[in-house]
């Protein structure tokens, strides 16, 4: 699999796309990023740093671009990318014409922006509305698009998007987001969300759920995250800890981290200087919580890295591999 981008999937941001890539390489696929196809030869692909890739079959998946060159010069207004400006209610910008589809240029239902959302389900109801339109129904596209990865206003809470990279339940959660997203929820009407639950299939606190309570915690100080890219900005005085168990620990952890177990923590505070800032980690993030509200309490200043050593385990790998086709 070659790739022009630091990572697959544009949609996802660079830090959700790890476990992607680590997957992908765990099938046995190898994966060449930020690289492109120069040319195509009998049995091979040459790259642009003139490395050849052994191929029998070549598929190329390019994007999508609207086939849009004919109106040029039609008045109809075009965007950068050649689509079609319409309105609200899929009309052009000239009289009594309709576009709808991978053709158009739709307003983003949180920037409000013309964006371009190559996607049958958009299609569908783009296709549904022209169609009312055309019949004397007066009909408005509602768009939906959505990204995972929770974002969200500081300012109320209201999501404003997510990305989710997992298996089995996904589905489920991003189209609560994207509901979310969509009727203008804020994390605190995400923490009120009724979902079906049993032990097999997910936890008495539904990751939707879950998600609304996080916000809130960062909005209220409650929690006060850094990300991996902060990483590298850590002050060199600052105590960098991991809260996990010994065996966890011993498996694998960050670099310059040390060790102190949750469970241990109250009674070896006096091993922390409590003049410096404590940069937190744990395996997901929930133990770093409960050890910065411990330590918080007792006056000190923390950091709880967001995602955990799971997610700087997943770039870590995803990096090293990266070397290694």
């Given at each position: ?27 046995g ?149 994207a ?8 994390c ?61 620990y ?26 410096k800032e404590?940069?937190?980690?744990c ?43």
């Amino acid at each position: 699999m070659i790739e022009g981008a630091g990572h697959v999937l544009p949609p996802l941001d660079q830090d959700m796309s790890h476990r992607v890539h680590n997957e992908i390489r765990s099938q046995g696929i190898g994966l060449y990023l930020n690289q492109m196809c120069s040319g195509i030869g009998k049995d091979y692909v040459l790259l642009g740093s003139g490395e050849r890739v052994k191929a029998d079959l070549v598929i190329l998946s390019i994007g999508v671009r609207p086939a849009t060159g004919f109106l040029r010069d039609s008045g109809i207004a075009l965007g950068r990318r050649g689509e079609i400006v319409v309105n609200q209610y899929m009309e052009a910008s000239y009289k009594d014409i309709y576009a709808l589809g991978d053709a158009v240029a739709v307003p983003h239902v949180v920037s409000g922006q013309q964006v371009l959302i190559p996607l049958a389900s958009p299609a569908n109801k783009q296709g549904r509305i022209v169609g009312d339109n055309l019949c004397g129904k007066r009909r408005a596209y509602k768009g939906s698009q959505m990204f995972v990865k929770t974002l969200y206003d500081p300012e109320g809470g209201r999501i404003l998007g997510a990305q989710i990279v997992g298996r089995d339940g996904v589905d489920k959660r991003i189209d609560l987001l994207a509901n979310a997203v969509r009727f203008g929820q804020s994390c605190y009407e995400l923490q009120e969300e009724e979902l079906s639950y049993a032990p097999p299939f997910s936890s008495a606190k539904d990751p939707v759920n879950m998600v609304g309570y996080v916000i809130e915690n960062i909005l209220e100080g409650k929690m006060k995250p850094y990300y991996l890219e902060d990483m590298e900005r850590i002050p060199k005085d600052a105590i960098c800890l991991d809260v996990r168990t010994r065996a966890e620990y011993e498996t694998g952890h960050i670099p310059g981290y040390i060790n102190i177990p949750l469970d241990e923590l109250r009674e070896r505070l006096d091993e922390l200087d409590g003049q410096k800032e404590i940069y937190l980690t744990c395996q997901i993030g929930l133990r770093g919580y409960l050890a910065q509200c411990i330590l918080e309490q007792k006056g000190r200043r923390t950091r709880n890295l967001s995602g955990g050593y799971a997610l700087y385990h997943e770039m870590a790998e995803d990096r090293a591999s990266g070397k290694v086709r």
